[in-house]
C-alpha cells in the first residue's frame, strides 16, 4: 500500500512535471519562433516594400527599435525559465551578449580581417607582403595626403584648442557668457556636409568684374584685389580655407570642457594671486594654464583623433582635387572609386597604428583608476 | 580707487569686444546661408546677401545723350566732371558724390548719371524652400509672370530617411549598451574584465577600419542599402563610447538600492528595467542627443552602406550630390542646406545642458 501510494504519487508528479515542462517547451519553442518571423516579416517589408515613405518611417522606427526591446524581453522569459543555476549563469551574457557581438562583428574582427586584407592584391585573392604598405609611404598622392593632414593636425587642432581657450576664459569674465557660449558651440550641431555648403558660399569667386556674391572675395575686391578662387590656387595653402572650417567647427566643442575646467579653478587660488601683484597674463600663463594642463591634454588628444580621419570636409569641398587630400579621402577613393582593396586596407591600418598610443594610454588610465 | 575703477571699465570692453567680435566671426557664415535660403535665384547670383541689410549704393538717375560737342578723343568736359573717353569709361566721381559714366562706344553710346543712394533688397521668397522639399516637380514663378515647372529636389524625402535613420540608430546603441553596462557593473560573469578592456581599447579605433569588411558581409547578407545595415553599423561604431559613458554612470549608483531589489526577490531584469534605466535617464539622455547629432550629420558611414540606391538617400547625401551636380544653384543649396540643419539645432540649443553633459563625461569616440 505505502509502496503503491508513493508510485502513484510519483508517476502524476512525473507526468504533471512532463506536461508542463512540454507545455513550457513548447511556449519556449513558439514565442520566439513568432518573434522571429514578424522579424522577419517587417525586415521583408522594409526591404521590399512599396508603401509610401512615411509609412515606411514609422514602421521601420517602429520595427527597428521595438525588434531590439523584443529580443531582450523573450530572451530573457526563456532565460528566467531555466533552472535557477542556469539562469544565473545565462542572464549576464543577456546583457552583454548583444553588445559585445556587434562589437566583435564592427570593429574588433573588422580590424583583423583588414590587416590581413592589407597584406593582398587590390582584389583581395593573392597576398603580396607588405607591397601596399611601401605604396602607401611612397606614392605621391599618399605623401600630399599625410603632409596635409599633419596640416591640419598642426594648424587645425591647435588653433582650435587655442580659440577655445580664449573663449572659454572671455566668456567666464563677460556678462553675456551663455549667449556667446551658445553661438560659438553652434557650428557642433551641423552636419560637416552643410558647414561644407556654407563656406563654400563664402569662399564663391565670380569673375572679376561682376558683384562678388562670396564674403571673401566681397571684402578682398573692396580691398582693391582680384577675386580669387580661395580653395583650388595657391597649393598646399589653400588647405588653410578648408581647415578654417575645423576650426570654425571644433572651438566650441574645446571651449565647452575649459569653460568647465576653468570653472573648477579655486577662487581662492586666483585671488591669492592677485593679492600678491600677479598680472592678469600672469594668472593665465602661471595658475589657469597649469591647472587645466590635464584637460587640455584630452581635449587636445580628441581633437587629433578626430582631425586625423578628417574626411566630409575635403569630400564636399574640393573632392581632394587641388592637392587637398587627405588620409580619409584617399582611403575612400582607393577603396570604393579605385575599387583597390588590399591598398585602401594598408590605409586604414596605418589610422588605427596613429590612434595606437592614444589607445594605450586609455587603457593605462582605466588599469590605473579602476578597482574594475 | 578711481583709476583701478577706469581699468575695469577697459577691461570690460576689451573683454566683451574681443568676445562679441569672435561671436559674430562664427554667426556670420551660418546667417550667410540662413539669409541666402530666402532670396530669389536672381538676387543671389547678382549681389551679396549682406544686401539685404540697408546699404547705400550707387543708383542710375539719369541717362541723356552725349552732348554735341563732346570730343572723344580729347579731354571733355559734361555734367560737372572733366576727363577723356577712357576715364568716363570707367566713370568719374564729381566733387558732389555723383558718378559720371560713359555707356557704350566712343560714336555711339549714352551718359549715364548715378548717385548713391539708400537701398536695401527686401524681396523674400518661400520659393527655393518648395523646390528643395517638392518630390518630382514644382512649379515657380518667373519674372514675366508665369508659371515655369522645375525638377524638385526631393528633400522632403531624404529629411523623413534622415529621421528613420537616425532614431533607431540612436535608441538602438543606447538600449544595448544599457544592458552591457548594467551586466558590466552589477553582474559576474567569467571573462568581465577582459571584454571591458576590449570596449575601452576600441573607443579609439577609427570606422574607417570596418568599412571594407563590413561592406562585403553586407553584399553576402544581401542588406546593403537598407535601413537594418545602417543602424547596425551606426551602433556598432557607436557602442564603445556608449557603454563606457553608461558603465562610468551606472557603476556610480548606490549599491544599497541594488541589493535591496535583490532581498525582495526582484530579478536583474526587473531591477534594469525597474530602478537603473529610469535612475540613468539624465546619462541616457546625454549620449541619446550625442549619438543623434552625430548620426544626423554623419556622411560617411550612408556614403557606404546606403550608396547609390536614391530612396533610401538621407540628407547630408543629397546635399553632397547637390554640391557635386549644382554647386552655383546657391538658391538651392542654401534652403537644403538650411533643411538639413534645422533639426539638430533645435535638439541643441534645447537639450544643451545634457548635451554638454554628455560631452564633459568622455570625449573619445573612434
Known amino acids: 500500500m505505502e509502496g503503491q501510494r508513493t508510485k502513484s504519487f510519483s508517476l502524476t508528479t512525473i507526468l504533471e512535471w512532463f506536461g508542463s515542462t512540454f507545455g513550457q517547451i513548447l511556449t519556449a519553442i513558439i514565442v520566439p519562433v513568432v518573434t522571429f518571423v514578424v522579424m522577419w516579416r517587417g525586415f521583408i517589408f522594409l526591404r521590399d516594400g512599396n508603401a509610401p515613405k512615411l509609412v515606411i518611417a514609422v514602421v521601420a522606427i517602429i520595427w527597428g527599435v521595438g ?5 531582450y524581453f523573450v530572451t530573457n522569459w526563456l532565460i528566467e525559465r531555466l533552472p535557477p543555476r542556469w539562469t544565473e549563469r545565462l542572464q549576464p551574457f543577456l546583457f552583454v551578449g548583444p553588445a559585445l557581438a556587434i562589437l566583435f562583428w564592427y570593429l574588433a574582427i573588422p580590424t583583423i580581417r583588414t590587416f590581413i586584407l592589407s597584406l593582398k592584391d587590390r582584389t583581395g585573392q593573392e597576398f603580396v607582403g607588405l607591397q601596399n604598405y611601401v605604396a602607401v609611404f611612397t606614392d605621391r598622392l599618399m605623401t600630399t595626403a599625410f603632409r596635409n593632414n599633419l596640416l591640419w593636425i598642426l594648424v587645425g587642432a591647435s588653433l582650435s584648442v587655442i580659440f577655445g581657450l580664449l573663449v572659454a576664459i572671455l566668456a567666464d569674465r563677460s556678462r553675456f557668457e551663455n549667449f556667446a557660449k551658445s553661438l560659438i558651440f553652434m557650428p557642433m550641431a551641423i552636419s560637416m556636409v552643410g558647414a561644407g555648403v556654407i563656406w563654400n558660399f563664402i569662399y564663391e569667386v565670380k569673375e572679376a568684374g561682376s558683384a562678388q556674391i562670396g564674403l571673401l572675395n566681397a571684402i578682398w575686391v573692396m580691398l582693391g584685389n582680384e577675386p580669387q578662387a580661395w580653395t583650388a590656387f595657391n597649393q598646399p595653402w589653400n588647405n588653410l580655407f578648408l581647415i578654417v572650417i575645423l576650426i570654425w567647427m571644433q572651438t ?7 569653460s568647465a575646467a576653468i570653472k573648477g579653478i579655486p577662487d581662492e587660488l586666483i585671488e591669492a594671486a592677485r593679492v600678491d601683484g600677479a598680472t592678469e597674463v600672469q594668472i593665465f600663463f602661471r595658475i589657469m594654464i597649469p591647472y587645466i594642463m590635464g584637460t587640455i591634454i584630452t581635449v587636445s588628444t580628441t581633437i587629433v583623433i578626430f582631425t586625423l580621419k578628417i574626411f566630409d570636409i575635403v569630400w564636399v569641398m574640393t573632392g581632394g582635387q587641388f592637392g587637398t587630400h587627405v588620409i580619409a579621402t584617399q582611403f575612400y577613393r582607393q577603396a570604393f572609386t579605385n575599387q583597390n582593396k588590399g591598398y585602401a586596407a594598408a590605409i586604414a591600418i596605418v589610422l588605427v597604428l596613429a590612434v595606437v598610443p592614444v589607445m594605450i594610454y586609455n587603457l593605462r588610465q582605466f588599469a590605473e583608476e579602476e578597482a574594475f | 580707487m578711481k583709476s583701478s575703477k577706469r581699468e575695469n571699465l577697459i577691461r570690460d570692453i576689451v573683454i566683451n569686444g574681443t568676445l562679441l567680435l569672435l561671436v559674430l566671426l562664427w554667426t556670420i557664415p551660418t546667417l550667410g546661408i540662413f539669409i541666402s535660403s530666402f532670396r530669389t535665384r536672381f538676387n543671389i547670383q547678382t549681389s551679396g546677401w549682406w544686401t539685404i541689410f540697408p546699404h547705400k549704393e550707387w543708383q542710375m538717375v539719369e541717362e541723356r545723350e552725349i552732348p554735341e560737342d563732346a570730343d572723344p578723343d580729347g579731354v571733355m568736359n559734361i555734367a560737372g566732371a572733366t576727363g577723356t573717353f577712357d576715364e568716363f569709361r570707367e566713370g568719374i566721381t564729381t566733387e558732389d558724390g555723383r558718378q559720371v559714366i560713359w555707356s557704350g562706344n566712343k560714336s555711339l553710346g549714352t551718359i549715364r548719371i548715378k548717385e548713391k543712394r539708400w537701398e536695401f533688397l527686401p524681396e523674400l521668397t518661400l520659393n527655393n524652400y518648395g523646390q528643395v522639399l517638392a518630390g518630382k516637380s514644382y512649379e515657380i514663378q518667373t519674372a514675366d509672370g508665369g508659371t515655369m515647372e522645375v525638377q524638385g529636389d526631393n528633400f522632403l524625402g531624404a529629411f523623413l530617411n534622415s529621421l528613420t535613420v537616425s532614431i533607431p540608430a540612436t535608441i538602438i546603441p543606447i538600449l544595448i549598451a544599457a544592458f552591457a553596462a548594467y551586466g558590466f557593473a552589477w553582474m559576474n560573469f567569467p571573462g568581465r574584465k577582459v571584454f571591458f578592456i576590449i570596449v575601452v581599447a576600441l573607443l579609439v579605433v577609427p570606422l574607417q577600419i570596418a568599412l571594407v569588411p563590413i561592406l562585403r558581409d553586407y553584399v553576402k547578407l544581401d542588406l546593403n542599402g537598407t535601413f537594418l545595415a545602417i543602424w547596425l553599423a551606426h551602433t556598432g561604431f557607436g557602442l564603445p563610447l556608449a557603454t563606457y559613458l553608461l558603465f562610468n554612470y551606472i557603476k556610480g549608483l548606490p549599491r544599497d538600492i541594488l541589493e535591496s531589489a535583490f532581498i525582495d526577490g526582484a530579478s536583474h531584469f526587473t531591477i534594469f528595467l525597474r530602478l537603473i534605466l529610469p535612475l540613468s535617464v539624465p546619462a541616457l539622455a546625454s549620449f541619446a542627443i550625442f549619438q543623434f547629432l552625430w548620426v ?9 552602406f546606403i550608396g547609390a540606391k536614391p530612396d533610401v538617400q538621407i540628407l547630408t547625401m543629397r546635399i553632397a550630390e547637390m554640391v557635386g551636380s549644382r554647386g552655383s544653384d546657391w ?15 533645435i535638439v541643441f540649443f534645447s537639450l544643451q545642458r545634457y548635451f554638454v553633459r554628455g560631452l564633459l563625461a568622455g570625449s573619445v569616440k573612434g
Open chain 2, 296 to 304: 544626423w550629420n554623419d556622411y560617411l558611414v550612408a556614403l557606404v
Open chain 2, 331 to 345: 538658391h538651392l543649396l542654401t534652403a537644403g542646406a538650411f533643411i538639413s540643419m534645422i533639426l539638430p539645432l
Open chain 1, 252 to 258: 566650441g566643442f574645446a571651449m565647452v570642457i575649459f
Open chain 1, 67 to 71: 525588434g531590439v526591446a523584443l529580443i
